[in-house]
Structures are given as C-alpha cells and as structure tokens.
C-alpha cells in the first residue's frame, strides 16, 4: 500500500476518533485536558504489540532520541486541548491545520532537505486550503477575542511540526517498528511524568472513580482507532514526503464532516451541522479544494 493511501486510512480513523471525543470530552471524567491527555498518552503503552513483528535495540543515543520526539508531542497534545478547552474546536482546529503543515514543509526543507516537485506544490498549496477552509467557522468579535490561549496555539503548531520532522528524521536512520514504538513510548514517559505531581495523580486517580462502564469502553475504543491511526499516519511518513502527509489531513475534515452529517440526526445535542446557504457553499469549495489536491498527489 503506498503512503498516500495509509494516510487516507490513518486520517479517516482520526476522524473517527474526533467523533468519539465529542462524546468524552462532554464526561466528567474526562473533561479536563490534563486527564485526557494523561489517557490518550497512556494507551500508547500498546504499541508494544509490535514488538514480535521487529523492535529492536536503537542504542542510547537514538533511544533518547525517539524518547524526545515522543516527549514533544505528548506537550504538543497538553498545549493543544488545553486550546480546544477555551475555544471551539473549529476556530483552534482551522488555524492549527492550516499553519502546522507551512511551518513542517520549512522545517523539512531545511532540516530533512525534503523538496516539493511542481505538482506536489500545488497539491500541497489544495490541500491546505481546503483544509483550512472546511474547518473555518465565522468569528464574530475577529480574530484576538475569537482565539484565546494564543500562546498555548501557537507553541502546539510549532511542537506539532517540530514533532513531525523529527519523527521523519529518525524514520531515515532506524526501521519502522523501531522507530515508532520507541517514540510512542515518549508519550508513555510523559504520562508518567504526570503522576509525580500529586494534584495531577489525584485528578487522574479521581477520573477513573468517575468513569461509567460505557465511558471506560467508549475511551478504550477511542484510543485503539486512534492507535491504528497513528500507525498508518506513521507509515505514511515513513514512504512518503512528510509536509504532503501532513497536508492531507484536509481529508480528515472531509470525512469528518460527512460522518457529522450521517450522525446528528441520531445524536443532536452532542453533534450538529449549521447550514444555510454560505455554509454549504462553503463547505463544498473546501471539499473541490481537497478532492483537486488529492488528485494532483494520486496522478
């Protein structure tokens, strides 16, 4: 399977997943970013199973290296639902999808050498806007009062994008399962890190008192599709150019708001679509956008 199709798999899973979220973030169990940070770190632990399929030994050096990569992105995690705590999702999610892929396509150019041909400029140019588009909602007070937490937004996309040429750097040096499970098990490491502090132990012990059977398995299921996503996202910056990969989260929007669409009827108060005619028009722009740049990037 090519790299471009892995990351249609791993975004469409995140998809998925951000459907799901709706759903826990609404629990009191797991409403708190620390929480679910300290949760969605912590199931990484599984990535272990890979183990028999070729983990091996990176040595010290790489091994503080994936350890750090991992480390980056659970902060990055920390940072970004700390934002979507503040905000609603779509003003935090249209601006860290839309800057997170430019900041990782300098990075790489610079840091990996990674260039983009004619073609994949344009496609990359598509899918970013596309993305941007279908994820943007109409603020009413502008940008300063529309945003809160700036600060914490801007250091997820710059972790996120440092995150991502990282982990494409250590792929070019180390095999797949080496190079993966060792890096999640930096996110592992930073749950852990969390336990120290005995206000955060407290909140995170307290959240599993809270935690209904249905919570527990919805969370559980969450994290397992979220961990396949992953997985083939990972892949897919293994094989491929990882600003293209990136970019091509613009298709997670798009099955995103598809899945909105089939779902809300059945669940209103927890997902909902507003239409009226601009947003419709709006939504199916963004979608010509994403569908044009995947096309450039299969031809």
Known sequence: MSWFLFALLGYLLYALVAISNKFLLRQRATTKPLVFTFWV????LLTFVLAPFGLHWPGWSWLA?????????????????KVL?????????????????????????FFL???LNH??????ILLVAGGFLISLEKIKHGFREGIKGLNFLFLTIFLHAIYFVMLKYLFDYQDF????????????????????????RREIINSMHQATAKVGSLMVGSKIAAGFGSLFISLAIFQGNVAL?????????????????????KFPNILHEKFSQGIILQKITAIILICAGLALIAW
């Open 119 to 124: 073609f994949q400029l344009w496609a990359f």
């Open 65 to 81: 290296f994936d350890l750090l990569t991992g480390l980056i992105f659970f902060v990055s995690l920390l940072f970004f639902y």
């Open 177 to 200: 399962i080496t190079g993966f499970v060792w890096s999640r098990m930096g996110l592992v490491l930073g749950a852990l890190v969390l336990l120290v502090y005995g206000p955060w």
């Open 245 to 265: 990969v990136n970019a091509l989260k613009g298709s997670e929007y798009v099955f995103l708001f598809f899945l909105t669409v089939l779902l809300s009827r």
């Open 85 to 109: 705590d503040v905000n609603e999702a779509s003003r935090s999610v249209s601006l860290l999808g839309g800057l997170t892929p430019i900041v990782i396509l300098i990075l790489s150019y």
């Open 41 to 44: 770190c912590a199931f990484s």
């Open 113 to 115: 050498g990674e260039v």
